[in-house]
Protein backbone atom coordinates (compact mmCIF):
# COMPACT_ATOMS: atom_id res chain seq x y z
CA UNK A 1 0.00 0.00 0.00
CA UNK A 2 1.67 3.21 -1.00
CA UNK A 3 2.03 5.83 1.67
CA UNK A 4 -0.07 8.83 2.34
CA UNK A 5 0.61 12.22 0.21
CA UNK A 6 -1.24 15.16 0.00
CA UNK A 7 -2.77 16.62 -3.28
CA UNK A 8 -4.86 18.98 -3.41
CA UNK A 9 -5.12 18.81 -7.20
CA UNK A 10 -8.46 16.03 -6.92
CA UNK A 11 -10.35 19.16 -5.67
CA UNK A 12 -9.99 21.46 -8.67
CA UNK A 13 -11.80 18.21 -10.32
CA UNK A 14 -15.86 17.63 -10.36
CA UNK A 15 -14.87 14.32 -8.65
CA UNK A 16 -13.17 15.96 -5.41
CA UNK A 17 -14.88 19.15 -5.70
CA UNK A 18 -18.61 17.45 -5.55
CA UNK A 19 -17.42 15.38 -2.76
CA UNK A 20 -16.85 18.40 -0.31
CA UNK A 21 -20.11 19.75 -1.38
CA UNK A 22 -21.85 16.20 -0.54
CA UNK A 23 -19.76 16.35 2.93
CA UNK A 24 -20.99 20.23 4.01
CA UNK A 25 -24.66 19.42 2.75
CA UNK A 26 -24.59 16.24 5.03
CA UNK A 27 -23.77 18.14 7.75
CA UNK A 28 -26.62 20.40 7.25
CA UNK A 29 -29.18 17.81 7.01
CA UNK A 30 -28.67 15.94 9.94
CA UNK A 31 -27.98 18.86 12.45
CA UNK A 32 -31.49 20.89 11.03
CA UNK A 33 -32.98 17.60 11.70
CA UNK A 34 -31.59 16.21 14.77
CA UNK A 35 -31.03 19.32 16.85
CA UNK A 36 -34.48 20.36 16.41
CA UNK A 37 -36.75 21.34 19.61
CA UNK A 38 -40.42 22.70 19.79
CA UNK A 39 -43.51 22.67 21.61
CA UNK A 40 -47.74 23.03 20.95
CA UNK A 41 -49.35 25.80 23.19
CA UNK A 42 -53.11 25.16 23.98
CA UNK A 43 -55.04 27.98 26.04
CA UNK A 44 -57.59 26.28 28.57
CA UNK A 45 -60.14 28.37 30.20
CA UNK A 46 -63.01 26.67 32.47
CA UNK A 47 -65.84 29.76 33.42
CA UNK A 48 -66.96 26.95 36.48
CA UNK A 49 -63.33 27.47 38.06
CA UNK A 50 -62.49 30.59 36.60
CA UNK A 51 -59.14 29.12 35.40
CA UNK A 52 -57.59 30.18 32.04
CA UNK A 53 -53.91 28.78 32.14
CA UNK A 54 -51.57 27.48 29.09
CA UNK A 55 -50.65 23.98 28.83
CA UNK A 56 -47.48 23.17 26.75
CA UNK A 57 -46.50 20.32 24.85
CA UNK A 58 -42.61 19.41 24.29
CA UNK A 59 -41.28 17.60 21.29
CA UNK A 60 -38.29 16.79 19.00
CA UNK A 61 -36.34 14.95 17.64
CA UNK A 62 -36.99 11.50 17.05
CA UNK A 63 -40.69 13.26 17.01
CA UNK A 64 -42.30 10.20 19.26
CA UNK A 65 -44.94 12.74 19.76
CA UNK A 66 -46.88 9.86 21.53
CA UNK A 67 -44.84 10.51 24.60
CA UNK A 68 -45.06 14.15 24.39
CA UNK A 69 -47.41 14.64 27.37
CA UNK A 70 -49.26 18.00 28.08
CA UNK A 71 -47.83 20.03 31.14
CA UNK A 72 -49.34 23.41 32.94
CA UNK A 73 -47.08 25.42 34.95
CA UNK A 74 -46.58 25.14 37.94
CA UNK A 75 -49.70 22.71 38.65
CA UNK A 76 -50.19 19.91 36.04
CA UNK A 77 -54.60 19.98 36.82
CA UNK A 78 -56.00 23.03 35.51
CA UNK A 79 -59.44 22.84 35.49
CA UNK A 80 -59.66 19.60 37.18
CA UNK A 81 -57.93 17.69 34.59
CA UNK A 82 -54.43 15.73 34.76
CA UNK A 83 -53.80 16.87 31.29
CA UNK A 84 -50.20 14.75 31.98
CA UNK A 85 -52.04 11.63 30.97
CA UNK A 86 -52.85 13.32 27.28
CA UNK A 87 -50.19 12.97 24.29
CA UNK A 88 -50.02 14.26 21.01
CA UNK A 89 -50.61 11.82 18.57
CA UNK A 90 -48.25 10.00 16.48
CA UNK A 91 -44.87 8.53 16.23
CA UNK A 92 -42.48 9.32 13.37
CA UNK A 93 -39.02 8.37 15.32
CA UNK A 94 -38.60 5.75 11.99
CA UNK A 95 -38.34 8.16 9.55
CA UNK A 96 -36.44 11.01 11.45
CA UNK A 97 -33.74 8.09 12.57
CA UNK A 98 -33.32 6.74 9.55
CA UNK A 99 -33.07 10.35 7.63
CA UNK A 100 -30.66 11.25 10.48
CA UNK A 101 -28.60 8.17 10.86
CA UNK A 102 -27.96 7.90 6.87
CA UNK A 103 -26.63 11.58 6.34
CA UNK A 104 -23.95 10.57 9.31
CA UNK A 105 -23.02 7.99 7.92
CA UNK A 106 -22.66 9.86 4.47
CA UNK A 107 -20.74 12.30 6.27
CA UNK A 108 -18.39 9.76 7.30
CA UNK A 109 -18.24 8.26 4.17
CA UNK A 110 -17.63 11.39 2.55
CA UNK A 111 -14.36 11.87 4.70
CA UNK A 112 -12.97 8.73 4.20
CA UNK A 113 -13.06 9.10 0.09
CA UNK A 114 -11.34 12.93 0.38
CA UNK A 115 -8.96 10.86 2.22
CA UNK A 116 -8.15 8.37 -0.24
CA UNK A 117 -8.86 11.21 -2.83
CA UNK A 118 -6.22 13.26 -1.52
CA UNK A 119 -4.20 11.47 -0.09
CA UNK A 120 -3.67 8.08 -2.07
CA UNK A 121 -4.48 9.57 -5.53
CA UNK A 122 -2.27 6.98 -7.70
CA UNK A 123 -3.35 4.08 -5.99
CA UNK A 124 -7.04 4.80 -6.78
CA UNK A 125 -6.67 6.22 -9.72
CA UNK A 126 -4.45 2.66 -10.92
CA UNK A 127 -6.72 0.82 -8.80
CA UNK A 128 -9.72 -1.60 -10.83
CA UNK A 129 -11.55 -2.32 -7.63
CA UNK A 130 -11.94 1.11 -5.80
CA UNK A 131 -13.46 3.56 -8.44
CA UNK A 132 -15.76 0.16 -9.14
CA UNK A 133 -16.60 0.11 -5.03
CA UNK A 134 -17.09 4.07 -4.99
CA UNK A 135 -18.84 4.02 -8.16
CA UNK A 136 -21.62 1.31 -6.58
CA UNK A 137 -21.82 3.20 -2.98
CA UNK A 138 -23.22 6.57 -5.19
CA UNK A 139 -25.58 4.60 -7.12
CA UNK A 140 -26.77 3.50 -3.47
CA UNK A 141 -26.34 6.45 -1.81
CA UNK A 142 -28.54 8.44 -4.27
CA UNK A 143 -31.14 5.81 -4.07
CA UNK A 144 -30.97 5.97 0.39
CA UNK A 145 -31.25 9.90 -0.27
CA UNK A 146 -34.29 9.26 -2.19
CA UNK A 147 -35.96 7.05 0.09
CA UNK A 148 -35.07 8.97 3.42
CA UNK A 149 -35.78 12.57 2.41
CA UNK A 150 -39.17 11.46 0.74
CA UNK A 151 -39.76 9.16 4.04
CA UNK A 152 -39.07 12.47 6.10
CA UNK A 153 -40.95 14.66 3.86
CA UNK A 154 -44.28 13.00 4.75
CA UNK A 155 -43.43 12.48 8.27
CA UNK A 156 -42.71 16.50 8.81
CA UNK A 157 -46.21 16.93 7.20
CA UNK A 158 -47.92 14.74 9.25
CA UNK A 159 -46.00 16.61 12.24
CA UNK A 160 -46.76 19.59 11.26
CA UNK A 161 -50.56 18.46 11.15
CA UNK A 162 -50.15 16.50 14.41
CA UNK A 163 -49.36 19.43 16.71
CA UNK A 164 -51.12 22.22 14.83
CA UNK A 165 -54.94 23.56 14.95
CA UNK A 166 -56.14 20.10 14.88
CA UNK A 167 -54.75 18.46 18.37
CA UNK A 168 -57.58 20.20 20.18
CA UNK A 169 -60.15 18.02 18.00
CA UNK A 170 -58.47 15.43 19.77
CA UNK A 171 -58.35 16.14 23.28
CA UNK A 172 -61.02 14.74 25.33
CA UNK A 173 -61.24 17.07 28.11
CA UNK A 174 -62.27 20.19 25.40
CA UNK A 175 -65.85 19.51 25.24
CA UNK A 176 -68.34 21.05 27.71
CA UNK A 177 -67.38 23.59 30.65
CA UNK A 178 -63.63 23.07 29.40
CA UNK A 179 -62.56 25.46 26.49
CA UNK A 180 -59.20 24.65 24.60
CA UNK A 181 -57.69 27.57 22.06
CA UNK A 182 -54.77 26.74 20.07
CA UNK A 183 -51.81 29.03 21.05
CA UNK A 184 -48.92 28.70 18.86
CA UNK A 185 -46.41 25.88 17.49
CA UNK A 186 -42.88 26.61 17.46
CA UNK A 187 -41.60 27.13 13.62
CA UNK A 188 -40.53 24.32 12.08
CA UNK A 189 -38.04 25.99 9.51
CA UNK A 190 -35.06 24.57 9.93
CA UNK A 191 -37.25 21.08 9.46
CA UNK A 192 -38.01 22.63 6.18
CA UNK A 193 -34.55 22.97 5.74
CA UNK A 194 -33.50 19.63 6.39
CA UNK A 195 -35.76 18.37 3.54
CA UNK A 196 -34.24 20.99 1.06
CA UNK A 197 -30.51 20.03 1.80
CA UNK A 198 -32.17 16.02 1.80
CA UNK A 199 -33.02 16.85 -2.15
CA UNK A 200 -30.16 18.47 -2.41
CA UNK A 201 -27.64 15.61 -1.54
CA UNK A 202 -29.98 13.61 -3.86
CA UNK A 203 -29.40 15.73 -7.03
CA UNK A 204 -25.40 16.42 -5.58
CA UNK A 205 -25.02 12.12 -5.16
CA UNK A 206 -27.14 11.81 -8.30
CA UNK A 207 -24.63 14.37 -10.46
CA UNK A 208 -21.79 12.86 -9.29
CA UNK A 209 -22.23 9.10 -10.22
CA UNK A 210 -20.87 10.07 -13.90
CA UNK A 211 -17.73 11.66 -12.63
CA UNK A 212 -17.20 8.34 -10.06
CA UNK A 213 -17.83 6.28 -13.23
CA UNK A 214 -15.59 7.82 -15.76
CA UNK A 215 -12.79 6.76 -13.39
CA UNK A 216 -14.07 3.14 -13.19
CA UNK A 217 -13.14 0.54 -15.54
CA UNK A 218 -16.34 0.54 -17.16
CA UNK A 219 -15.80 3.92 -18.74
CA UNK A 220 -11.80 3.97 -19.19
CA UNK A 221 -10.49 0.02 -20.31
CA UNK A 222 -7.35 -0.97 -18.62
CA UNK A 223 -3.87 0.03 -20.09
CA UNK A 224 -3.50 -4.00 -21.00
CA UNK A 225 -6.93 -3.67 -22.60
CA UNK A 226 -5.92 -0.76 -24.93
CA UNK A 227 -2.28 -2.21 -25.67
CA UNK A 228 -4.00 -5.41 -27.04
CA UNK A 229 -6.38 -3.23 -29.09
CA UNK A 230 -3.92 -1.46 -30.33
CA UNK A 231 -1.75 -4.50 -31.84
CA UNK A 232 0.43 -4.95 -28.49
CA UNK A 233 1.07 -8.02 -27.45
CA UNK A 234 -1.47 -10.31 -29.09
CA UNK A 235 -3.27 -13.30 -26.28
CA UNK A 236 -1.90 -16.59 -26.35
CA UNK A 237 -3.85 -18.72 -28.83
CA UNK A 238 -5.17 -21.80 -28.45
CA UNK A 239 -7.47 -20.84 -25.28
Known sequence: MSSFQLNINPLKEPLGFIKVLEWIASIFAFATCGGFKGKTEILVTCSKLHENKTITAAFGYPFRLNEASFQAYPDANVCDVNWKIYVLIGDYSSSAQFYVTFAVFVFLYCIAALLLYLGYTSMYRDSRKLPMIDFVVTLVATFL?????????????????????????????????????????????????????GFLNLILWGGNAWFVYKETSLHSPSSTSASHSQGGIPPPSGM
Do not use: R
Open 145 to 197: WLVSTSAWAKALTDIKIATGHGIVKELKPCVGEVMCYFGSVTSMGSLNVSVIF
